[in-house]
């Protein structure tokens, strides 16, 4: 009895830890929760801030993002509906954390804090006086009959109690079936509303996929590319001109900036004196010096005479 006893308080101890691990699977978060809670509990709130749930977190994101595309962008609207469902699952996956909280926890709890721990405290007690009556009774003939007689009466009520208390644990296991009970419906219960809104999710995504198949794909245009004319600088742009011009064909750029083969042919056609430029004729020799005289004379009448 008292080794099932044992194996009870065991199990009841290790379910507690994983259900509440089941339920809030983030160390990191389960830490800054179980700290808040204390805190709310030494400033008297009453109200105590709840577990961020996966859910939540993930329908917050999606309808962010769903936002910032628009209505416009079929994603986006399904980012939104997705969102939105998501949310909805976080406040039914709170309401299983409740129940099974107020169902299934608190009640093994209860029998953690004061029936096991009572009946740890009977085992105890029983195994101290059990020490004190096998020393006495080891000393029999030294002491007192009446000193042994009451050590054995200790030890047969402290067993008695403990035995009881076992007896009565044990045979009331079946109120731990009903909690286990209660953790399986609060769980029922959760999926149902899950699969709910799983399924109107599902089918609302499906006719949007049916609405976007039939609407009519929008072509893609793109804007006339402008061209600029960097030919003539504009000094009062910093030489820039942005005008825009209109668009001329390769060939016909290239053609109008080469000279024709028939303009060729007929530069070569011309002898080379004709290419060289036409200057005055100079006047001849005598005429020149005799003019120079006549230029030195106006300035210097004695050059006339000595002529």
């Given at each position: 009895m008292e080794k099932k006893v044992d194996v009870t308080s065991k199990a009841v101890t290790e379910v507690l830890t994983r259900t509440i691990e089941y339920l809030q699977p983030n160390p990191a978060s389960r830490a800054k929760l179980t700290m808040l809670n204390t805190m709310s509990k030494i400033r008297g709130q009453v109200k105590n801030p709840g577990y961020p749930q996966?859910?939540?977190?993930?329908?917050?994101?999606?309808?962010?993002?769903?936002?910032?595309?628009?209505?416009?962008?079929?994603f986006g609207d399904a980012l939104l509906d997705a969102g939105e469902s998501m949310k909805r699952l976080a406040e039914v996956k709170d309401s299983l954390d409740i129940e099974v909280k107020q169902n299934f926890i608190d009640p093994l709890q209860n029998l953690c804090d004061k029936?096991?721990?009572?009946?740890?405290?009977?085992?105890?007690?029983?195994?101290?006086?059990?020490?004190?009556?096998?020393?006495?009774?080891?000393?029999?003939?030294?002491?007192?009959?009446?000193?042994?007689?009451?050590?054995?009466?200790?030890?047969?009520?402290?067993?008695?109690?403990?035995?009881?208390s076992m007896h009565n644990l044990l045979e009331t296991d079946i109120e731990q079936v009903s909690q286990?009970?209660?953790?399986?419906?609060?769980?029922?219960?959760?999926?149902?509303?899950a699969v709910q809104i799983l399924d109107e999710l599902a089918e609302k995504l499906k006719r949007r996929m049916r609405e976007a198949s039939?609407?009519?794909?929008?072509?893609?245009?793109?804007?006339?590319?402008?061209?600029?004319?960097?030919?003539?600088?504009?000094?009062?742009?910093?030489?820039?001109?942005?005008?825009?011009?209109?668009?001329?064909?390769?060939?016909t750029s290239f053609r109008s900036?080469?000279?024709?083969?028939?303009?060729?042919?007929?530069?070569?056609?011309?002898?080379?004196?004709?290419?060289?430029?036409?200057?005055?004729?100079?006047?001849?020799?005598?005429?020149?010096?005799?003019?120079?005289?006549?230029?030195?004379?106006?300035?210097?009448?004695?050059v006339l005479s000595l002529s």
């Open positions: 996966s859910e939540g977190l993930l329908g917050e994101c999606m309808i962010r993002y769903g936002k910032e595309l628009g209505e416009d962008s079929n029936d096991l721990k009572e009946i740890q405290h009977h085992l105890k007690k029983l195994e101290g006086r059990r020490l004190d009556f096998d020393y006495k009774k080891k000393r029999q003939g030294k002491i007192p009959d009446e000193e042994l007689r009451q050590a054995m009466e200790k030890f047969e009520e402290s067993k008695e109690v403990a035995e009881t286990l009970s209660a953790l399986v419906d609060a769980q029922l219960d959760y999926h149902r509303q039939s609407r009519p794909k929008r072509e893609y245009k793109p804007k006339p590319r402008e061209t600029y004319d960097f030919r003539e600088p504009d000094q009062s742009n910093g030489g820039f001109s942005c005008t825009p011009t209109p668009k001329v064909s390769a060939s900036d080469k000279p024709s083969r028939a303009s060729v042919r007929s530069i070569r056609e011309f002898p080379p004196s004709a290419l060289l430029p036409v200057w005055p004729p100079l006047p001849d020799p005598p005429a020149c010096s005799s003019l120079l005289l006549l230029l030195l004379g106006a300035a210097h009448p004695s």
